[in-house]
């Protein structure tokens, strides 16, 4: 048991952390050249990328790929 969680809390744990911040920036940036999206629509997305970061980004990007279709 040690092992894993001391593979989490190292080495995965900050390739995890890398990743979950690169597809968060990735959201915010998309979210700001995105000129479909009005203003206020804009500082939801932000907001709601901000507070809930994993599952803001994941329903963005899922949502804006469906809309692009």
């Given at each position: 048991m040690?092992?894993?969680?001391s593979a989490f809390g190292?080495?995965?744990g900050l390739i995890f952390?890398?990743?979950w911040g690169l597809?968060?920036?990735?959201?915010?940036i998309s979210v700001?050249?995105?000129h479909n999206i009005s203003g206020g629509?804009?500082?939801l997305w932000i907001i709601t990328i901000i507070v809930i970061p994993i599952f803001g980004s994941l329903?963005?990007?899922f949502w804006h790929?469906?809309?692009a279709i």
């Open positions: 040690y092992l894993i969680t190292g080495t995965l952390l890398t990743l597809f968060s920036l990735y959201a915010l700001l050249r995105n629509g804009k500082m329903i963005y990007v790929n469906i809309r």
